[in-house]
């Protein structure tokens, strides 16, 4: 009996002295600048009839299983004024999903999502006109310069997922006539935006420089002419600066010091001998 309560004490001596070290948070991709202006460059999904829109990406490090999130900028021209009658006095709703695809290397039309997020996002007003002085329908920003926009992140949570070093990612919403389930009715999703940084991104890459996808059901915002067909999600050219603003963040899974390691080797030994030598008595 004696050899047993020890063989526990040593397996609680082992347990409480052992550590691991913290979840880290590392940087897969990052297209979304360090310091924010007022407002970016954006892709109206209402004004380009717009289904679905985002990047082939090269991931920092390449690929493996991480818990995802990503991050994506948006840019709002919606004031609370013209919309008394819908959200709150901070803003609005808007249900959105971001899907990661298998990238297929050829620019052709993906296939179908390996990973999805749905989430409802809460989208602040943009500050009303002549807010600061400007004129017209624009306002002041705290960088001191007149916008029609500003800017608000979204972010997808995905959970763990087994990741590609090369993938794409798409963004969708509906507007009042364009989306994969259109409202129907007017409301300020009318007015939101993908922003568009101006500079290359600063962790990852994009995989083809100067080109986006995706899914617009005019024929003629392709730079192909609407050749390659419309109302599929595939790589456009001719978008140099441009590239979707975001950023995707993962954490990766403590894992137990050396030390801790071998500690719990020399635990497991000892229980393992105490009980070999009781067996023998």
């Given at each position: 009996m004696k050899r047993l309560v020890f063989a526990t004490v040593l397996v609680?001596?082992?347990?409480?002295?052992?550590?691991?070290?913290?979840?880290?948070?590392?940087?897969?991709?990052?297209?979304?600048?360090?310091?924010l202006p007022g407002n970016l460059p954006s892709l109206g999904y209402q004004a380009t009839q717009t289904q679905q829109f985002g990047q082939a990406i090269t991931l920092a490090g390449g690929g493996g299983l991480y818990d995802l999130t990503v991050t994506v900028l948006m840019s709002n021209w919606a004031?609370?004024?013209?919309?008394?009658?819908?959200?709150?006095?901070?803003?609005f709703n808007v249900p959105m999903t971001l899907s990661l695809f298998t990238d297929p290397g050829t620019g052709a039309a993906v296939s179908s999502a390996f990973a999805t997020s749905t989430v409802t996002a809460a989208i602040p007003w943009r500050p009303e006109?002549?807010?600061?002085?400007?004129?017209?329908?624009?306002?002041?920003?705290a960088d001191g310069q007149c916008y029609n926009g500003s800017l608000s992140t979204v972010t997808f949570n995905f959970g763990n997922v087994n990741l590609p070093a090369n993938l794409i990612?798409?963004?969708?919403?509906?507007?009042?006539?364009?989306?994969?389930?259109?409202?129907?009715?007017?409301?300020?999703?009318?007015?939101?935006?993908?922003?568009?940084?101006?500079?290359?991104?600063?962790?990852?890459?994009?995989?083809?420089p100067g080109t986006v996808y995706w899914d617009t059901l005019t024929a003629a915002w392709y730079a192909d002419g609407g050749a390659g067909g419309v109302g599929?999600?595939?790589?456009?050219?001719?978008?140099?600066?441009?590239?979707?603003a975001a950023t995707f963040t993962a954490t990766v899974a403590p894992v137990p010091e050396p030390a801790t390691l071998s500690?719990?080797?020399i635990g497991l030994f000892g229980i393992a001998v105490r009980l070999r030598r009781r067996r023998r008595a």
């Open positions: 609680s001596c082992v347990l409480v002295g052992a550590r691991t070290t913290s979840a880290a948070t590392i940087t897969l991709y990052d297209s979304i600048p360090a310091t004031y609370e004024s013209t919309y008394e009658a819908v959200g709150t006095s901070t803003g006109p002549g807010t600061g002085g400007c004129t017209g329908t624009t306002y002041r920003a990612y798409g963004l969708a919403f509906n507007t009042q006539t364009w989306g994969y389930n259109p409202t129907g009715v007017p409301g300020p999703y009318n007015s939101l935006n993908f922003a568009l940084n101006t500079v290359a991104p600063s962790v990852g890459a994009d995989t083809v599929t999600f595939r790589r456009d050219t001719g978008w140099s600066p441009y590239t979707p500690l719990l080797g």
